[in-house]
């Protein structure tokens, strides 16, 4: 398996709160996403990464931000959780021109 | 708005029968087509991709495309009670936009 780490793995917070989670990956991938799981809504794509400094946004990017100063390295951060954005979050990354993606492991948030 | 449908499920098959899932995309200059398999719990794996029309074979499993119909399906011969989990189809369209879409799932419960 591709090196993905995402970190922290479970965080509870309260609302108004900013909370930043990261991703890190190994395999000098160029692609980089953020997705979030949610039941009756699946996978949702909240921001994506095309190298380093170069990101746009996803289809549920409100209250999103997110930084991507090294290759390795793809932040994503909560400007002030609110309850809705408890979920579980999915770092994903993958070489240009290849198709195969790599998950990370997983981030579980609770917004209280 | 790009999208990816799914039957939501479950979708109860008996051991050893051939499990199908379907998924229909909505923009037709998407190029490559994917099924993940996620385990409660866990990330999604990657199973197998497509990008051509026709069907293509991994073991078990049989991925089928027909871009005239914006159709895309998964078979798994040989079902075993291993398989039952969620399964996900995502889409690439290419360009510099290089996102990838989910659906949101269909649950499938192999029946011993």
């Known amino acids: 398996d591709a090196g993905i780490t995402q970190s922290p793995r479970h965080k509870v917070t309260e609302t108004g709160t900013p909370v930043t989670l990261r991703c890190h990956q190994t395999?000098?991938?160029?692609?980089m996403y953020w997705y979030r799981q949610d039941p009756g809504h699946g996978l949702r794509l909240i921001h994506y990464?095309?190298?380093?400094?170069?990101?746009d946004k996803g289809e549920v990017s409100d209250g999103y931000s997110v930084s991507r100063s090294k290759t390795e390295d793809f932040l994503l951060t909560l400007e002030s959780a609110t309850s809705s954005q408890t979920s579980v979050y999915f770092c994903?990354?993958?070489?240009?021109?290849?198709?195969?993606?790599?998950f990370g492991p997983g981030t579980r948030l609770l917004v209280l | 708005q790009k999208e990816v449908e799914q039957n939501s499920g479950p979708l109860s098959v008996p051991e050893g029968a051939i499990a199908s899932l379907n998924c229909t995309y909505s923009?037709?200059?998407?190029?490559?087509f994917f099924w993940y398999r996620q385990y409660s719990g866990k990330s999604p794996e990657l199973i197998m991709f497509?990008?051509?029309?026709g069907d293509k074979e991994d073991g078990r499993f049989t991925a089928q495309l027909n871009k005239a119909s914006q159709y895309v399906s998964l078979l798994i011969r040989d079902s075993q009670p291993s398989d039952s989990a969620t399964y996900l189809c995502?889409?690439?369209?290419?360009?510099?936009?290089?996102?990838?879409?989910f659906g949101k799932g269909t649950r499938l419960h192999i029946l011993p």
């Open positions: 395999e000098n991938h160029r692609y």
């Open positions: 923009d037709r200059g998407s190029q490559s």
């Open positions: 497509i990008y051509s029309n």
């Open positions: 995502a889409v690439n369209i290419r360009g510099r936009d290089d996102k990838i879409i």
């Open positions: 990464s095309y190298g380093v400094k170069d990101t």
């Open positions: 994903v990354s993958r070489f240009s021109g290849e198709e195969t993606q790599y």
